[in-house]
Nanobody, 129 residues
């Protein structure tokens, strides 16, 4: 069973930076997309922020130019570098791995968590004004 463990969240002032990490165990990166999903305070939905695979590189419009996703296959780790953070970035960030065979043009590359079948426990990011 795949296990995803996030780290790197914290409290930061607006304009600051954080780097989130997600280590995947019992899993070797393949063609499945893995990415980051944001759950805002008081909201249930986990919105796709960014995801990556061998053929996918997706960023939500709200984070383009500020966030960068990367993947280290040797370490089974995916990162999210978050720069110029804004208060609306506050929330819990979850690492999510999509199931095999996710249809092209769907899933995390359109910001959806529909095909995610493995989740981490989440890491809290709080951006103060």
């Amino acid at each position: 069973e795949v296990q995803l463990v996030e780290s790197g969240g914290g409290l930061v002032q607006a304009g600051g930076s954080l780097r989130l990490s997600c280590v995947a165990s019992e899993f070797t990166f393949d063609d499945r997309a893995i990415g980051w999903f944001h759950q805002a305070p008081g909201k249930e939905r986990r919105e796709g922020v960014s995801c990556i695979s061998s053929s996918i590189l997706y960023y939500a419009d709200s984070v383009k130019g500020r966030f960068t996703i990367s993947r280290d296959n040797a370490k089974n780790t995916v990162y999210l570098q978050m720069n110029n953070l804004k208060p609306e970035d506050t929330g819990v960030y979850y690492c999510g791995l999509e199931e095999p065979g996710t249809p092209g043009g769907e899933g995390c590359q359109v910001g959806s968590n529909w095909y995610v079948d493995s989740w981490g426990q989440g890491t809290q990011v709080t951006v103060s004004t």
